[in-house]
């Protein structure tokens, strides 16, 4: 499946929800998620610019994403599949030997409008921020407009650039 998604960094939140519901967005859910990314010893998967995620947020899945562009969206190649268990999930990939490395944690609260993911990401360090997913570059612009985001706060980045922005680091 491929992902295109923006970040637009911060945000003032209480508006963007008063106004996703104006414009009736649905509330998917609030979530505490943890993950791990996981590479080789080589840092085989960061080189080739491919991700391997372990994620738990009420569910747990594994991700893989594979080599994003930056045009205006970010794009990349993604499969995601659901798992039972988080600690059984990792174990089995540091068993395969892959070695892991855990995001800080985050709060996301989920909504949906016109088929558009809109998920706001709130980390403990950096300002409040979210991401708008859809099929195309076409829908993501035109909830940026009905949001009346600003344009400039816009960014294709992916979560390292983010915290690299305002000298942080992911890893807890």
Do not use: C
Not at 48 to 59: P, S, W, Y
Not at 97 to 114: D, M, Q, V
């Amino acid at each position: 499946m491929k992902e295109i998604e923006v970040k637009v960094i911060e945000i003032d939140k209480s508006r963007v929800i008063k106004k996703l519901f104006e414009l009736g967005a649905t509330k998917i859910g609030e979530y505490d998620i943890k993950a791990n990314l996981f590479d080789d010893i080589n840092k085989k998967f960061n080189e080739k610019k491919q991700l391997i995620r372990l994620r738990e947020k009420g569910k747990v899945f594994i991700t893989f994403k594979d080599k994003a562009s930056n045009g205006f969206a970010r794009e990349a190649e993604e499969i995601e599949f659901e798992v039972s268990d988080f600690n059984l999930a990792k174990t089995f990939l540091e068993k395969i030997g892959l070695i892991a490395k855990e995001i800080k944690p985050k709060h996301r609260t989920t909504f949906k409008l016109n088929d558009v993911l809109i998920e706001i990401d709130e980390y403990a360090e950096i300002p409040v921020f979210l991401e708008i997913e859809a099929k195309n570059e076409e829908k993501i612009k035109e909830i940026i407009k009905l949001l009346d985001l600003p344009k400039e706060n816009v960014k294709n980045w992916n979560g390292f650039e983010l915290f690299k922005y305002y000298n942080k680091e992911l890893y807890v």
